[in-house]
């Protein structure tokens, strides 16, 4: 696999075509049956609404670092409003087209003890002229893309489909197709289609053995004018199958939570692994991963570049590679994290030798919330903090280093002159809920401190491991030496 791939993912550049709609989910416990019928009594205790469908798709796209459009088609009503403002908070460059008559779709899921309770739909399907305006939008934005991803739910916005793949192709995309429709043939052209194994079956797929499946997948896709079928197969994994060749994926979840958006995840994942230039085959396998991710958690989630890498976990222990977010990235992977609800701790140093007391803090650290970022001083304030022969190791090097850490998420440098070689202002940025510091220090005079407990966040304050530090550790190596 090629793993540089990781490091390119905002490269990627993809437009999302397809039916999006509003997910609306009601948490709440459960504690008796309803007298007016034998149903369960949920009291509601919070509301949220999350982007669902092509949107989903297009959130996941961004979530893995790259940049996507979205078109689609919505009502002109307060749920289009609500879902314009989550794709705006998402950095998603949606373009959604706005219908009078027609309402935008939404999803009501009533959600108790982690469990869907009831399912409501309001919905009402768009019409061929209404798919024509997005197919007039398409064609004003295509040049702007590398990539193509319709991902059909069946609800009318791409009625007018086989119109927009030609434009696609004409312009030189790659095209890659969640399909719904049971004649394929809707999506001729296509260079990928991602169908589960039931909407196989439907569109004439025998799965009986695997010859049958190899022999009807290729004979569906030569009849319908489609390069390639990755296949999800749910415990089975998935299999990638072209005309030629047929590859191979076990499953890779031990649990399975919810199901719901996998399919989302996984077309997702490879558009944007193909886009930012890994081969077919490597794609599918980052794919197979993040499915395997995305089903351990509740709802209509999404895939984070750093648990992608951290799912590669035995290769990257072979080989000593590891993912590393890219520092002008971090930021906007922390304000996802915040979004899913995510607990953020946040500390910093120097860093400069990495010995056990820092290997015990930061664990100590990360054990406090979800995420851990660790704020580190760049060249030219250690070498004004410590003197002119440190850094031992460069600014880059001691990020490469804390990254590999399993309890270290993010890292990202400050300390310019202007910021007196304090995080103070990177810790306004981030606000995060937990600031830690190590060593003996009053509250008060930790740096940031204020912004955070105004936020309403705590600070924390670990001591650090007897006899370690990094100075005892270059006195020990220039003793060495002489």
């Known amino acids: 696999m090629n793993l540089s791939a990781l490091q390119n993912l905002n490269n990627a550049n993809v437009l999302v075509v397809g039916d999006v709609m509003l997910d609306r989910y009601w948490h709440g416990d459960t504690g008796r049956i309803s007298p007016e019928a034998p149903v369960p009594v949920v009291k509601v205790s919070s509301l949220e609404d999350k982007a669902g469908g092509a949107a989903n798709v297009a959130k996941n796209i961004a979530h893995l670092d790259g940049k996507v459009g979205l078109l689609g088609l919505i009502g002109k009503d307060d749920n289009g409003a609500k879902l314009n403002k989550i794709l705006q908070s998402e950095k998603i460059d949606s373009q959604l087209v706005a219908i009078d008559e027609l309402p935008t779709i939404a999803k009501m899921r009533v959600i108790s003890r982690h469990q869907q309770v009831v399912r409501l739909d309001l919905e009402e399907p768009f019409e061929i002229e209404h798919s024509k305006l997005l197919t007039k939008q398409l064609e004003s934005v295509i040049e702007n893309y590398d990539f193509v991803l319709f991902s059909d739910y069946n609800k009318g916005a791409l009625a007018n489909i086989q119109e927009m793949i030609q434009i696609a192709k004409n312009a030189g995309k790659t095209v890659l197709v969640d399909p719904k429709m049971s004649d394929l043939s809707y999506y001729r052209g296509a260079d990928f289609i991602t169908p589960n194994l039931n909407e196989f079956k439907l569109v004439g797929g025998d799965a009986t053995t695997e010859q049958t499946l190899t022999d009807s997948a290729r004979k569906l896709i030569s009849e319908s004018g489609i390069k390639a079928m990755l296949l999800t197969?749910?415990?089975?994994?998935?299999?990638?199958?072209?005309?030629?060749?047929?590859?191979?994926?076990?499953?890779?979840?031990?649990?399975?939570?919810?199901?719901?958006?996998?399919?989302?995840?996984?077309?997702?994942?490879?558009?944007?692994?193909?886009?930012?230039?890994?081969?077919?085959?490597?794609?599918?396998?980052?794919?197979?991963?993040?499915?395997?991710?995305?089903?351990?958690?509740?709802?209509?989630?999404?895939?984070?570049?750093?648990?992608?890498?951290?799912?590669?976990?035995?290769?990257?222990?072979?080989?000593?590679?590891?993912?590393?977010?890219?520092?002008?990235?971090?930021?906007?992977?922390?304000?996802?994290?915040?979004?899913?609800?995510?607990?953020?701790?946040?500390?910093?140093?120097?860093?400069?030798?990495?010995?056990?007391?820092?290997?015990?803090?930061?664990?100590?650290?990360?054990?406090?919330?979800?995420?851990?970022?660790?704020?580190?001083?760049?060249?030219?304030?250690?070498?004004?903090?410590?003197?002119?022969?440190?850094?031992?190791?460069?600014?880059?090097?001691?990020?490469?280093?804390?990254?590999?850490?399993?309890?270290?998420?993010?890292?990202?440098?400050?300390?310019?002159?202007?910021?007196?070689?304090?995080?103070?202002?990177?810790?306004?940025?981030?606000?995060?809920?937990?600031?830690?510091?190590?060593?003996?220090?009053?509250?008060?005079?930790?740096?940031?401190?204020?912004?955070?407990?105004?936020?309403?966040?705590?600070?924390?304050?670990?001591?650090?491991?007897?006899?370690?530090?990094?100075?005892?550790?270059?006195?020990?190596?220039?003793?060495?030496?002489?």
Request: proline share 3%; charged share 25%.
């Open 233 to 482: 197969r749910s415990e089975q994994g998935m299999s990638l199958i072209t005309e030629t060749e047929k590859h191979d994926f076990a499953a890779q979840v031990l649990e399975v939570s919810d199901v719901t958006g996998a399919g989302d995840t996984v077309i997702a994942t490879l558009t944007t692994m193909l886009s930012s230039g890994m081969s077919a085959k490597d794609a599918v396998e980052m794919a197979n991963l993040a499915a395997g991710i995305v089903v351990g958690k509740l709802g209509a989630a999404t895939v984070s570049p750093e648990e992608l890498s951290a799912k590669l976990g035995q290769y990257l222990r072979d080989t000593g590679e590891h993912y590393q977010t890219p520092f002008e990235d971090v930021l906007q992977h922390i304000e996802f994290a915040k979004q899913d609800g995510e607990t953020i701790v946040f500390t910093n140093g120097c860093f400069d030798i990495l010995h056990a007391g820092h290997v015990r803090y930061l664990a100590q650290a990360k054990a406090m919330g979800d995420r851990l970022v660790v704020g580190l001083n760049n060249d030219e304030s250690i070498a004004r903090l410590k003197g002119t022969d440190r850094p031992i190791n460069p600014l880059n090097e001691r990020a490469m280093v804390l990254s590999a850490l399993a309890s270290v998420d993010w890292v990202i440098p400050f300390g310019k002159v202007e910021e007196k070689d304090t995080p103070a202002n990177l810790i306004a940025s981030i606000s995060p809920d937990i600031l830690v510091k190590g060593g003996d220090y009053k509250v008060e005079e930790i740096a940031g401190a204020d912004h955070v407990l105004g936020q309403g966040g705590k600070v924390e304050v670990l001591s650090f491991l007897d006899g370690c530090s990094t100075s005892n550790v270059i006195k020990k190596a220039r003793l060495t030496k002489n």
